[in-house]
């Protein structure tokens, strides 16, 4: 967040609003670099064994493609808000692999909100997460809720 006041706050989350994420080129050297300290699985650092393997070429972990969403998501609103984290997510769902070379873009949508009970100067809001391809393939879906406070405090 920067010294300034945040852009976005609970109430610019409105249920079916849409939220573009900024597009993100994957490299074959941050896939390798990725997978080499957490997920060395051999297709995720050899563009023999990605060809070899179901996912048809050197493919990104899961959990980079997660990561670059955060990115994503942190360049697009994220870092510009009131956020105050997430308790967690519901899901994320790897559709097609993403594969070196492909450019990504993607939207987060608000699909509930409400102001906490016991906290009325925090609300929460429930995203939709949908990350494509180049090619307009959604390579990876991702449900999750967001803390987010609030410019004026609900009333008691």
């Known amino acids: 967040m920067s010294n300034d006041t945040p852009r976005y706050a609970y109430e610019d ?5 849409e ?17 080499t300290q957490f997920d060395p699985q051999p297709f995720h650092l050899d563009e023999a064994a990605g060809k070899a393997s179901i996912l048809g070429g050197l493919a990104a972990s899961g959990w ?3 990561c670059m969403f955060m990115r994503m998501m ?16 519901d ?3 790897w559709k097609k692999p993403v594969l070196a070379g492909d450019t990504l873009t993607g939207k987060s949508t608000v699909i509930e909100r409400r102001v906490s009970k016991s906290k009325p100067d925090l ?3 429930v995203l939709h997460h949908a990350i494509s391809n180049q090619h307009g393939e959604v390579v990876c ?3 999750n809720t967001g803390m987010f406070t609030l410019r004026e405090p609900a009333a008691a």
């Open 91 to 93: 899901y994320a769902k």
């Open 74 to 89: 942190c360049d697009a609103y994220l870092l510009d808000s009131t956020s105050q984290g997430a308790p967690g997510i």
């Open 141 to 143: 879906e991702l449900q």
């Open 64 to 66: 980079h493609t997660v």
């Open 13 to 17: 989350f409105t249920v079916g609003s």
């Open 123 to 125: 609300g929460f809001i």
């Open 19 to 35: 939220w573009p994420l900024p597009a993100k080129s994957v490299e074959a050297s941050e896939i390798i670099d990725f997978a």
